[in-house]
């Protein structure tokens, strides 16, 4: 009896999938225009979705020359899942922040405070109005306050 | 944070200093500043009272459960004045370096 071809569409389109998925915090998230709005990511996606959806007519359409009645439907599954997942981060959990009604509004004086600077120096927000910036003798115009989530 | 970065000459000279605030240690922040290449002060606030002064704690989001800084962005005038406010709506969407130029150029 003839061996049944191996049916590598459906492995990757399941390995495009994850990479869809880990290219993302790894790669993509480095450029605002590939960040913002995650268009490479799903570039990769559909092209591993169509992958498995090719691999899958093959494995029942083409049975008798292809491979993958078995592994079609579990890789399928898994890719699935891990778009889904995907999706969940961008379009749900990346957007579960505070509301902060009660941040200082344009107008409004900003609230001072003290912290440490890298070199455990203390600085104010008046410390920081007050010094000169570098390869300048006058102090600055303003400030941006840039609050982040930290990565620790 | 990158973004600001890669324009902090011009943002500087306009004569604006862009400052960094997090929940992170200060040897954690200046191991990312030296991995990252950030040469603007980044500053610590372990007790979230800042943090919490501008209304903007998110409780149990860290990496541990810790509480962090929703991300956020303020520019604050030499009055101490707020001359623009950025609450973004999804964490993954920061305000962009062209922004803050284009902030920074307002402010007279």
């Known amino acids: 009896m003839e061996q049944r071809r ?13 990479l869809g998925l880990l290219s993302y915090p ?16 799903f570039v990769i996606l559909a092209v591993g979705l169509g992958l498995l959806i090719s691999g899958l007519r ?5 049975s008798q020359q292809f491979q993958g ?8 599954v898994l890719s699935l899942a891990v778009v889904g997942f995907f999706c969940f981060l961008v379009f749900f959990a990346s957007k579960q922040l505070p509301k902060a009604a009660g941040a200082p509004k344009i107008g409004d004086k900003a609230p001072e405070f003290s912290l440490r600077d890298t070199n ?11 010094a000169p910036l570098p390869n300048s003798a006058a102090p600055p115009k303003g400030v941006f306050l840039i609050f982040y989530r930290g990565y620790w | ?48 009272t800042a943090i919490r002064a501008y209304d903007l704690l998110h409780k149990g989001a860290g990496a541990s459960g810790h509480d962090v800084a929703r991300p956020a962005e303020f520019l604050i005038d030499s009055n101490g004045v707020v001359r623009w406010v950025n609450l973004t709506e999804d964490f993954r969407v920061r305000a962009r370096g062209d922004e803050f130029l284009a902030q920074a150029k307002q402010l007279k």
């Open chain 1, 26 to 41: 790894l790669l993509f998230v480095r450029w605002p225009v590939t960040r913002d709005v995650p268009w490479a990511n």
């Open chain 2, 1 to 48: 944070m990158r973004g600001v970065q890669e324009r902090l000459g011009e943002i500087e000279q306009l004569g604006v200093r862009p400052v960094a605030i997090s929940v992170d240690s200060p040897e954690e922040s200046k191991e990312l500043c030296r991995k990252a290449g950030y040469t603007f002060p980044f500053l610590s606030d372990p007790n979230t």
């Open chain 1, 6 to 18: 191996r049916n590598w569409h459906l492995w990757a389109g399941f390995l495009l999938c994850v």
């Open chain 1, 69 to 76: 009645r078995i592994a079609g439907p579990i890789l399928g």
């Open chain 1, 120 to 130: 455990n120096n203390e600085a104010t927000l008046a410390s920081l109005l007050a």
């Open chain 1, 58 to 62: 093959r494995a029942y359409g083409q």
